[in-house]
Structures are given as C-alpha cells and as structure tokens.
C-alpha cells in the first residue's frame, strides 16, 4: 500500500511596487482608485504598459475613477478558498469603476446570487487598517455607499515615505506519494541494514531509492534490492556556514560528507557525521554508519528525504586513513 | 502565411507514434516513474530505443509538483547518457513538441522525443493556480481557474455563443464518446435536462462544465524525411504549427473572442484544406464552444471524439495529447487533423498543430 | 549552423543595471528595462518583433507561476508566439538557443530572447530547499567538485582567488555590473569568510536582481545591420545537452554534457583549436574555480592545465585568451539571466559593442551556462562574420 506524505510549502514575497502600481496602492490607504491613461482610455487596474501594445504609459496619466461601480458580469463562489478575501459565499465581479474603460476584477459582498446581475451598482467596503494592497479594498457592496470595515486605523504617512513594497504569502500543502522502494529502504533501516538496487542490465547498484537505472532508465523492483556494507570512505565533503532563511534549522557550520562504501561502487552523497568534528573531517577518514535507537521516530524530511530511516549518519570508525588520489573523484 | 514575419516548414516532419500513462485521479507513481514508462511505452512498438533519440525536450511545471527544479530528475527517464541533446519547457507538452519541430528543421537530426507530464492530486487548484495570475491585482486575491471559467461563459452566454444547455450537450457527447476511451477518467451516458438540474459550482458553470482532476503524462516520437516513412505506414506529418498569446489579466480583454487562436490558425494555414477531426483542450464546456466559433469549425468536424480534456485532464500533458488523439487519426486513415492547447486565464495563449497523411514541406 | 538551417545574427543587447534589490522597478519594469534597451541597440521597436522567447529560473524564487503569462502583455506580445524555457542556472542560454531556432527554422525572422530573475522578491536558498532547513545552498553542493578539480589538477589555492580578483576588476568597467570592489585584491579575497571550504565569501557569486534581452534575426536582418554599419553577432555553432543527476562515476569535474555540447559547436563553427580560433570567452563561472573547470571542459585548456592560463594571466581582460570581460556570474547573478548574459556579452564581444570591457580584435567568442547539479549545459560560438576561419 502506497504512503502518501504532506508538505505544506508556505512561500513568503516581497514585491516591488514599481512606480504605476505604487501610486495606485497609496492611493488605495487613501480610499482612491486610481487608474492610468492609455490614449483616450481609462486602464483600471492601472499598468506600467498598454496591455494590447505594451507601449510605455506615462506616470503622470493617472487619473481618479470610482470608487463606484457597475457590474458586467459575475460568478458566485459558494465555498471560498483560504486564499479568498471572503470566508464566506461571496461574487468575484468584473466591476466597470465610473471613469473607467476597463473593468476591475474584485469580490462583491452579496447575501444572495439573486442580489446580484450585470447592471448592479457596487460601492467599496474599504479595511479599516489599509497597508496599500488591492485586498484594501475587503470586497465592494451593492449599492452607491462606500463602508469602511472596523474602525479607521490606517496610519497617516508622510508624502516621503510612500508604500513601494508589498507582502505576498501564499502556502499550499502537496501530497505526495512515497515510491515503494523508499519505505522499503526504511523499513530495513530499522533492521539497521542499508539497501541498495542494482540494475539487472549494467549492474550499476543505486542506493538512495531512486527505484530505477538512469543509464538503461529502467525501473527497480524488490527482486533488485541488494544489501550494501555498514563502512566506508570519506571522498569529498561539504562545510556549510548557514545563512538564515525561513525555515532554515542549522545555525552553526554543518558538514555533509560523501561515503564510498567498502567492496561497492556505491557513494552515499551529502550525508551527516556523528562525532565527528568539522576540523577533523578528511578525504581518506574511515567512517561507520550510526544508527539512532530503534524507539525513535523516522526522519521523514532529512538530509535523504527520509530514504535511511534509522541511519542518521556516519561516526569515525577507528581504522587508520586511507590514502589514495582518487577517493576525491568519487562524488557520484 | 497570414501573419508577417512567418514562413513555412523548411523539413517534412511527422509524428511517427505517441503514449499515455493511464490516466487517473491519483497515481502513485513519481513524475519521473510516470515518464520512465510512457517513454518506453512510445518507443518500443516503433523498434526504437533511447539510444536513437538525438533530442529530447520536456514539458512539466515546478509549481504542480511543488518542488524547484522538479524537472531534473525527470531527466533520468530519457537515457540521456551519453549526454542528450536537450530541453524542458514550462509548459504544456505540446509547447515541448513545438521546441522539437524547430529544431528538427534545422536538418542535423531525425529523431525527438518530446513528454508532458504533471500530478495534479498532489495540490489544490483552486490554491496553485492563482500564483499564475497578475501578482499584484489577482494573486492576492486568491482568483482561481474556476472563477475566470464561470466569468468567460456568462460573458459567452450574453454574447449568443454558449448557453446552458449547448455547454451541457458538449459534456454529454463528451463523456460518452469518452466511453470508448481507455484513458478516459470520467465517461457515461448523460442525460442534458437531469445535467442541467444540478446545482451550480460557479454559476453558470455546474459539475459536468469542469474538467476532472489527473495525473498523467504523455510521450511522442518526432521524425524527420526518409526516417519517418520508415517507422510507420502513415505518419502524421506536422504542416502547420503555430502558437500565439493575448494579454494577461482576461478583464482587458474581449472575451467573447479568441484572437490568438484565430492568429495561430492563420499561421498554421489551418484553411488549406478542410479538416476531418479536431481535438481541443477545451478544459471548460464553453471554452470548446468558443474554440469552435473562433476556428470556424463546422458540424462535419468531428470534435474531441476521444472525450477530450473533459474525459481526462493531465495537466502539461493534455494539449500534447490533444496531438497524439489527432496523429491517431491520421495513423488510422485519416487525411486531415486539427490540434489545440492552450495555457494561462480564459484561454490566454493558444497553440494549433494540423496534421495530415501527406507533407507539403518544401523538400518533401 | 548546422543542415540547411538560416543563418541567424544578433543585433540588439540590452540588460539592466544589477542589484542586490532592484526595488526601484517591479516584476514587469524589470524585465522591461532590458527589453527596451536591446530594441534601441537593434533599431527597433515591440511591434517589429515576431515572438518572444521568456527562460528564468524556477518560479518558486518569485511566486509567479509561468510569469510568460503576466508578462505577455509587458513584452509586446500579443497576438504574437510566447514561449517560456527553463533548463535551470543554464536557462538563459537555452533561452537564446531556443529563439535562434526560431530564426533557424525560418518560422520567425525577429525574435526576442529575455531572460531574468528578481531574487529579492523572494529567498533563493529558501526556494532551493522548497522551504525546508538545511538547505546546502549552491557552494554547498558544488565545493565537492571543486575539491576534486583541486586535488586532481594539483593546482595551488591562489588559483581560484586571482579570478575572483579578476572578475571583479573586470566589472569595474561594465556599467551593468552588481559587484562594483574598487579595492578587490588577493588579500581582500583570502582573508574574506570561508563560505563552503574550500570556497572564501568573495570567490562566491552574489545574488542579483536583473534581466537580459538580445534580439536575433534571420540572414536579411543581420546583413541589413551590417550595412548599416552596426556589426552583427553571427552564431556560427550553438547546443544544449544534459545528462543524468547521479549516477556511480558520473564526474562534475569534467561533465560529459559539458564536453559533448562544446564538441557539437565546434563542429558547426568549424572550429579544431578552440584556444587559437576563440579570441574570448563568457563562461558561468558563479564560484571562482569554475573558470578552470570550464577551460578544461571546452577544451581550450588540457584536462588539469586550466588554472595554468589563470596563473599566468591569459584570461585576464588583455590576456591571450581573455575570459569573463563583463565580470561574470561572479559580478552579476540574476540566476535566470546570467545564462542570457553570457550569451549576450560574447555577441556584443563580436559587434564592437562591449565598451570599456571590450576585448581588442575579438572576431569569435564563446559562450556557456550550466545548471542544476552540473547537468544542463549550453553553449554557442559567435562571430562578426559567417566565415571567420576563411
């Protein structure tokens, strides 16, 4: 039975404003809609360019249309998204502003579908705490009043310290399936034994679960598992001074080392040391696989996305160094 | 050629064979795994294998499986060691075919082999697909693929183009033509008036107005000249190919219309000839009534007879498919095809493919 | 090129200003500002275009999803042919490959390449990782390779340090360039932090915000430039190959794709002593090593005798065989772009356009981008004529 796992990607943005977009959003913390002119047409939202010929349109176009509005057409959103401004049955409308030649796409607040048609007359229902983006406006309601949602708190800025950036966050959760190969891998990890696949036709051996032979690009089955050795060979390394970044977990330098396996062609990449300081790690250093007690809990998005399960990574194993000039080649 | 700055296929080319994977709501396969698969799948029943591939380009999307750079393992299922030729798009495969009919014409190689492939299960649409729009007017509010789909129909509806009922009648043919599809995920006997009584999920869109949710991929095999003929009786050469786009947001925009595909059909010199089938992504009902309209189909083009995307729609795969469905009738007799894809908000940039049983390249 | 495809000609090159922040301008202006600058160069203008070829890095890095749907209306392209590449850190020279096939193919006689990345709206580390800790970074996954070149060539440390010097006194003279270090010197670089052992802070290629745009045309259009007398870039040979992500033996010192694709152009261009027929070279060069891992891989130098032509100043802006005039990857890194901008350095190089980096006598230059874990290489060769070797 296949495993399905759930990673929620939440992405933080920062966007510039530009200056088209920029007076538009100050000028939404000031209850105005602002469009630009394009020949003796009103562009609302406004562009930087004409969206037909993409012909630069001059700053000083900008022109104040609205707030009001007439609906041209409409859909009703019975079960809003986490990503919608309404947390409850609201329309996304194509709102034609007063003064404008182009219709503003936006939700209106509506308690019913039957409220709403083309031809009917929306006002902006304006947040409270506007911070110059286009959700300022929560949604526009039927009718000619505008409403502001709360109580007024935007706070008053200087014509010098205008709005030129904008917070965009948006998570989504994937669900993805884990290849069976994996938790087969894991599974004998609790076993503390490291599988590997070798391909029936080069004979090449994989570990990591990939589950097929990117040389013959044929798949890997059960019947190719093999077991592959507890010890081997550090041939290269990496020591990563973290830089911070959101959801970044290291804070002091971490290595990841590259382990050729003894008797094997097989190099494990970017795997973690066991006491085995950063100034001491080597090519030639003779390592050992450290396995965490069997009571603990799988590591489901390490360094191997989780393909050793109870390997946590490589100790010093005694033995003396190796010294051979090729152990650094072996990367892959 | 309509369109300045145009010019015709200098090399014949010709689909020589193409594959899906099935084609289901949630797979549990990897990208890569769907790929490895359907690759094999295309080449074998030609007497091909990687090795006589000279290029390959991809077609797949970083935001769908939720992974930067989620296309290069996907290089493992094309055997590109020794190293290939090679490119990916971030777009639907049928923007990877149109890379690999560029450069087959510049007359070094013979064979492409051109994937579409995506998971859809593994997020939420309605989440994923507002990251596509205007970052700064649209995105924030979370407007998704449904909301301008129901937009476009209501438009399309005051306009005389689509109503209810004739939306509905598309997804009935539809879904039973799809009845004798085996990569269909969604086919049946429907009847228009009980469809038309259900409820709306974005007014005036109901339930059987929408595409399902699939995973899947697709594989085709490109081949040039005298390589061509000698695959297959019958391949599908590609005597037109076009793509064009329109702005962005679709509130600028005429929506009763479909200019670029009426551009890219000019392009594609689609009214040389009259074409027997036509396979259109049209992922909504209305927008296959749309697409009809713009391309000046008449009722003796049989339209989607595979069921179409609203049998099966794997998301970068269901425009290259479109072609495969098409290059089928030509491999099976056919004279004459018409293929579409299509990306981004109310059918924003549109691709049209002709195929037919004989070239009408200049070396031919 | 190759068969009987067109010949195609750069004439027009335009890029922004690079910055760490570029929040001056937005997603679209960005992009715009390259574009607009290439069409000047070319004498042309939006409605002159036919298509538009888009390439960036992943999208995750800024949150817009196919961005060549945003910004079809801000590139002038409606009603005309959109398309979008993305090959990884080698995109950008995809980018340029792809729309010459445009012109190759004779489908379009004027194409737009545009390539781009706006790092600061997002956090490239973070987007590497898809969110998660521990993300190694680039330096992190490429100073394995660069250990093994060390070792294998036998080559002395300073080597990767008098190119991170060069570079940057290169960028001194390209008004363009991120990086501006006016006191960049050995000791600035040796003493700067180690970043991923063995590479230092300053042997490390910035983060930058910026676009690139070139404009390609067909035969007619190239000729008719020159008799105007604005000297086009003709590409003489161009290629993109990838190989697998790992596999046992692969080696990322000297990547097959790498050598293979170079072999392709070589071919095409009628090249046989690239360091005798190329008079300069834009490599990817993101971490400073990287220049003597690519002399190697195109040939130009023997496999381990690379860092000799750095040792002995040969790729320095007056060297035999200058490499990176415009400061490089190392100065300037909108990811997306810094493919582009290879591409477009090395045909400004053959038009006489370079400026202040122009390189005396440059008649055939060499371009080349990589990415993902050493897999995605393109290249190409252009010339200020067809037949340069005649």
């Known amino acids: 039975m296949t495993r399905f796992v759930e990673n929620s990607i939440t992405f933080p943005y920062k966007r510039s404003l530009g200056p088209v977009i920029g007076r538009f959003m100050n000028a939404l913390t000031e209850r105005r809609i602002l469009g630009i002119r394009s020949g003796d047409r009103v562009i609302v939202p406004p562009l930087e360019w004409d969206p037909h010929t993409g012909a630069e349109l001059p700053v000083d176009g900008m022109v104040e249309v609205g707030p009001n509005g007439t609906v041209e057409s409409w859909t009703w959103v019975p079960d809003p998204s986490e990503q919608h401004p309404l947390d409850h049955p609201f329309a996304f409308a194509l709102i034609r502003l007063d003064g404008a030649s182009t219709p503003l796409l936006h939700a209106v607040d509506a308690a019913s579908p039957h409220m709403i048609s083309a031809g009917t007359r929306v006002a902006p229902r304006w947040r409270g705490n506007r911070v110059g983006r286009i959700d300022d406006i929560v949604a526009f309601v039927i009718g000619e009043a505008a409403e502001v949602e709360g109580t007024e708190a935007t706070p008053e800025r200087g014509a010098d310290e205008p709005i030129t950036m904008m917070d965009y966050n948006a998570s989504i959760t994937y669900r993805n399936p884990v290849p069976l190969v994996l938790d087969r891998l894991r599974e004998a990890s609790r076993e503390e034994r490291i599988l590997g696949q070798r391909c029936p036709v080069c004979a090449r051996v994989y570990a990591g679960g990939r589950g097929y032979c990117p040389i013959d690009a044929v798949e890997l089955g059960e019947e190719h598992d093999v077991d592959l050795p507890h010890s081997g060979t550090i041939t290269n390394f990496t020591i990563v001074t973290p830089v911070q970044y959101p959801g970044q977990t290291e804070t002091e330098p971490f290595a990841r080392v590259f382990v050729l396996l003894d008797g094997t062609d097989v190099v494990l990449p970017y795997q973690p040391v066991i006491e085995l300081p950063v100034a001491e790690i080597k090519v030639g250093k003779r390592v050992a696989a450290a396995w965490a007690p069997p009571e603990d809990e799988f590591d489901e998005g390490g360094t191997m996305g989780g393909a050793y399960g109870h390997l946590i990574g490589w100790m010093p194993s005694g033995e003396p160094d190796i010294d051979d000039p090729d152990l650094v080649n072996r990367i892959f | ?364 | 090129m190759s068969g009987h495809s067109e010949p195609c000609a750069i004439v027009g090159v335009g890029q922004t200003h690079h910055k760490s922040r570029r929040h001056d301008v937005s997603y679209g202006g960005l992009v715009r500002e390259a574009v607009f600058r290439a069409l000047d160069d070319a004498q042309m203008t939006m409605a002159d275009i036919d298509a538009v070829v888009i390439g960036k890095a992943p999208d995750l890095f800024e949150g817009v999803m196919k961005p060549e749907l945003y910004l079809s209306d801000a590139l002038g392209a409606v009603g005309k042919p959109m398309f979008r590449v993305h090959t990884a850190g080698s995109v950008g020279g995809t980018t340029a490959i792809v729309a010459a096939s445009h012109v190759q193919a004779r489908k379009h006689q004027r194409v737009l390449a545009v390539a781009f990345e706006k790092q600061s709206e997002g956090n490239a580390q973070f987007a590497l990782g898809s969110g998660r800790g521990a993300s190694l970074g680039a330096g992190g996954a490429f100073a394995p390779f660069i250990r093994a070149y060390i070792q294998r060539s036998g080559a002395p440390e300073h080597i990767g340090w008098k190119v991170a010097v060069k570079d940057r006194q290169n960028a001194l003279k390209n008004p363009y360039a991120h990086l501006k270090i006016p006191d960049i010197s050995i000791e600035k670089v040796k003493e700067s932090p180690m970043m991923w052992e063995p590479l230092r802070y300053l042997e490390s290629c910035p983060s930058s915000d910026g676009a690139c745009a070139v404009v390609l045309t067909d035969e007619a259009g190239g000729n008719a430039a020159a008799a105007d007398g604005r000297t086009p870039a003709w590409i003489l040979g161009a290629s993109s190959r990838s190989e697998p992500p790992s596999f046992p033996g692969r080696d990322p010192v000297r990547p097959a794709a790498c050598v293979q694709a170079a072999w392709d152009v070589y071919k095409m261009a009628g090249i046989t002593n690239p360091r005798e027929q190329i008079d300069v070279a834009e490599l990817y060069v993101p971490f400073s090593w990287h220049e003597a891992i690519w002399l190697e891989g195109h040939d130009i130098a023997a496999p381990g005798d690379g860092w000799k032509m750095i040792d002995a100043d040969e790729t320095a802006l007056t060297g035999s065989f200058p490499v990176n005039p415009s400061g490089g990857v190392l100065s300037s890194n909108p990811i997306g772009a810094s493919g582009l901008l290879r591409f477009a350095e090395a045909a400004n190089q053959v038009r006489g356009a370079a400026g202040e980096h122009q390189v005396t006598d440059a008649n055939v230059a060499l371009a080349m981008a990589y990415g993902a874990n050493s897999q995605y290489f393109s290249t190409w060769v252009v010339a200020n004529s067809l037949n340069p070797f005649s």
Request: glycine share 10%; proline share 5%; aromatic share 6%.
């Open chain 2, 1 to 364: 050629m309509a369109t300045t700055g145009t010019r015709g296929p200098s090399t014949d080319i010709a689909v020589v064979g193409w594959a899906q994977s099935p084609m289901i709501r949630r797979t549990e396969l990897s990208e890569t795994q769907l790929l490895l698969r359907v690759i094999t799948d295309a080449l074998e029943p030609l007497g091909l294998t990687r090795a006589d591939i000279d290029f390959t380009c991809l077609g797949s999307c970083d935001y769908i499986t939720g992974q930067a750079f989620s296309f290069v393992s996907n290089l493992d299922a094309i055997g590109a060691w020794p190293p290939k030729r090679d490119s990916h798009v971030e777009m639907d495969g049928a923007w990877a075919l149109y890379e690999a009919w560029l450069r087959l014409q510049e007359g070094d190689i013979e064979i492409a082999v051109v994937t579409g492939s995506g998971r859809s299960s593994t997020g939420d649409p309605a989440l994923i697909y507002p990251m596509e729009m205007d970052p700064f007017y649209l995105a924030p509010l979370g407007v998704d693929p449904l909301t301008f789909a129901a937009l476009q129909a209501r438009v399309l509806i005051g306009a005389g183009i689509a109503d209810e009922r004739s939306m509905a009648e598309v997804a009935a043919r539809s879904r039973r033509d799809a009845l004798t599809n085996p990569n269909a995920q969604v086919a049946g006997e429907f009847d228009v008036d009980e469809l038309l009584a259900g409820e709306y999920v974005r007014e005036p869109l109901r339930r059987h107005d929408l595409p399902p949710i699939t995973d899947g991929a697709a594989a085709m095999v490109l081949a040039t000249g005298d390589r061509a003929r000698q695959l297959r009786d019958r391949p599908a050469y590609i005597t037109g190919f076009d793509h064009r786009t329109e702005g962005h947001n679709p509130a600028y925009r005429d929506l009763t219309d479909s200019p670029s595909t009426r551009i890219a059909a000019a392009a594609a010199d689609l009214g040389a000839g009259p074409v027997e089938v036509a396979e259109l992504q049209a992922a909504f009902t209305h927008e296959e009534l749309l697409l009809r309209h713009a391309l000046g189909l008449g009722d003796d083009v049989v339209v989607n007879r595979s069921g179409g995307a609203l049998a099966s729609n794997p998301i970068m795969a269901t425009g290259l498919a479109r072609i495969g469905y098409a290059a089928d009738h030509i491999f099976g007799g056919g004279h004459r095809a018409l293929a579409h894809s299509t990306s981004g908000p109310c059918l924003q940039q549109n691709l049209i493919c002709i195929l037919e049983d004989e070239s009408t390249g200049a070396n031919s």
